[in-house]
């Protein structure tokens, strides 16, 4: 599944000439499709106008698993098979509480991956296209899909703004 | 970035006005009823002195880490820590209401008790009262030598005192953890002698620390209402409230796994504490409250990002957080002491006069240097934050 589209890349050498140039093309109203760093910026992830909602689905995955939990153990310890352990109620809620929270993070932790691998659509035998490979690096890199833009405009900004690479691809 | 904090007369007057009550209510607690009057005087006692002691490890690890973000507000923990030395004096008047507060100082109970008499080379008024000097003397010691050189640090500037201020910091962060815990010991476990727990005096540490960061942060928001600190971003509001977010959880970490343990094993000497606090009428509501307050509350309200930003929360919060400090030893101190839910004019009264005297010491401290610490190294790091 190869993405055909044309893009542009202005690679930048660091967080502020790309945070700089960000502002810059915001009030310019131009299009950018993504962003590859080598780390989160926040101001990004805060201003390029669309919400993840990973965490409110994990927030909700987390919600469902504790309660699951909550209720398996209940229900093995209470109503199918009750045992008695020195005396213990049945219900030993604060012991069942250790496990619930290790069995809350490791689903959330893996149902969070699993959403996101969907949405992304990374599944086996997927092949990424990776658009540039300094970004994993020391480049920090701006794309732009070639048929929102007006393609020299986009150039000549990205010039002045000091983009180390203007890259067609 | 030259600035002075200027209080108003009305404050000092306030703070007056707040321990004119608190005496009135300790003079009316003395008359009426000693022993209860005691009780609140050790609990505030311990309350201010946690905030102050956890305003020092916060300034310490700050520190040792070589914190930027936090570098321009480190003249609000180092006037915290400054309360130490009148802690000190009204520790140091505990001494007349050793036989109220403590079981074990009473020779005559003593005489008939072999767990007492175990303990007794450690648990003896004079030796309790020498380790409440040393304690004194160290923590008085290190908050005020990190306070000296970050004054001094205003005037000359350069490299050679922040080094020095990060190795005593160092120092200090092993003195606490080892000192404020036997003090925990000492202070507040000692009176159920024969009871005792492993978690206890930590779990009181990760209180004070956890306490004592939401007041800071507290203190740095009001100062910011009133125009101080113009370059508090939600970088800085985001940095802070980790802080309290995290030592949330490490508070509820430690109350549950100290409570699981004891409930699971379930020995009669060690159950006996949680069940006269958890299933009496007189202690469950209080018991509750306590977990509620103290971490399910902020737990939830500061689990989204935005809200750890947002100043509103946080001032929402700290104020709970406070009650959270109070209902948290009173729960240790008073069904020990007293034995019976009282809560009335000398409690609230009692801890209105030690804020006023906190607010007192803490508010002449922070106008006594300037506000920011201009040489500080990491000042510009901190004016530029952001994550």
Redesign the interface.
């Known amino acids: 599944m190869k993405d055909q589209k044309q893009h542009l890349m202005g690679v930048f050498d660091g967080e502020d000439p790309l945070v700089e140039a960000f502002d810059k093309l915001r009030d310019e109203k131009v299009e950018m499709a993504d962003f590859f760093t080598p780390f989160p910026i ?2 990004i992830l805060e201003h390029h106008g669309r919400k993840s909602r990973l ?1 409110t689905v994990s ?1 909700f995955y987390g919600l469902f698993a504790a309660l699951g939990v909550l209720a398996f153990l209940y229900y093995t310890a209470v109503i199918s098979w009750p045992l008695n352990f ?3 109620p049945s219900n030993a809620f ?2 069942f ?2 496990i619930t929270i290790v069995l809350t993070i490791f689903s959330v932790t893996i149902l969070s991956l699993f959403t996101f691998s969907a949405r992304a659509k990374l599944w086996p035998n997927v092949d990424k296209r990776i658009y540039h490979e300094g970004a994993t690096d020391d480049k920090f890199v701006i794309l732009f899909e070639l048929d929102q833009i007006d393609e020299q405009k986009v150039k000549s900004l990205l010039k002045d703004l000091g983009a180390v690479e203007i890259i067609e691809k | 970035m030259e600035e002075r904090l200027k209080l108003s007369p009305l404050y000092y007057i306030g703070t007056f006005i707040l321990i004119a009550v608190g005496v009135a209510a300790f003079i009316m607690g003395f008359i009426n009823d000693p022993t209860r009057a005691w009780a609140n005087f050790l609990l505030n006692n311990v309350y201010f002195v946690s905030l102050a002691v956890g305003a020092v490890l916060f300034l310490a690890l700050q520190r040792v880490t070589q914190s930027g973000w936090s570098a321009g507000f480190i003249r609000v923990p180092e006037a915290m820590g400054m309360y130490l030395p009148v802690a000190a004096v009204l520790f140091l008047v505990m001494v007349f209401g050793v036989h109220s507060l403590y079981h074990w100082s009473h020779s005559e109970a003593v005489a008939h008790d072999p767990i007492l008499q175990h303990k007794q080379p450690f648990l003896n008024v004079p030796f309790w009262f020498g380790r409440m000097l040393i304690f004194f003397a160290l923590w008085i010691l290190l908050a005020t030598m990190l306070r000296r050189y970050s004054l001094r640090e205003d005037e000359e500037g350069g490299l050679v005192i922040f080094k020095k201020a990060a190795h005593v910091a160092k120092i200090f962060i092993f003195v606490i953890l080892i000192t404020f815990s036997l003090a925990g010991f000492d202070w507040i476990m000692s009176i159920d002698p024969h009871w005792y727990s492993a978690l206890f005096a930590f779990k009181n540490f990760v209180s004070a620390f956890y306490h004592a960061a939401a007041i800071i942060t507290f203190i740095v928001l009001l100062l910011n209402q009133f125009g101080y600190f113009p370059f508090l971003t939600r970088s800085h509001m985001h940095d802070f409230s980790s802080y309290i977010f995290m030592l949330c959880i490490i508070w509820g970490y430690f109350w549950f796994a100290e409570f699981m343990l004891i409930w699971y094993g379930n020995i009669p000497e060690e159950t006996v504490y949680f069940v006269t606090r958890m299933q009496t009428e007189e202690w469950r509501v209080f018991f509750f409250a306590n977990v509620i307050i103290n971490w399910f509350i902020p737990f939830m309200i500061m689990m989204p990002a935005p809200s750890r930003r947002s100043k509103l929360t946080l001032k929402i919060i700290v104020p709970v957080l406070l009650v959270g400090l109070f209902l948290d030893l009173y729960l240790q101190i008073f069904p020990g002491v007293v034995g019976k839910q009282v809560l009335g004019f000398n409690e609230i009264g009692g801890f209105l006069g030690f804020a006023g005297l906190f607010m007192l010491v803490v508010g002449y401290f922070l106008t006594k240097a300037n506000l920011y610490p201009k040489q500080h190294p990491y000042m510009e790091e901190c004016l530029e934050h952001h994550v």
């Open positions: 926040h101001h965490i927030w020195g005396g213990k604060p012991s509480i250790v």
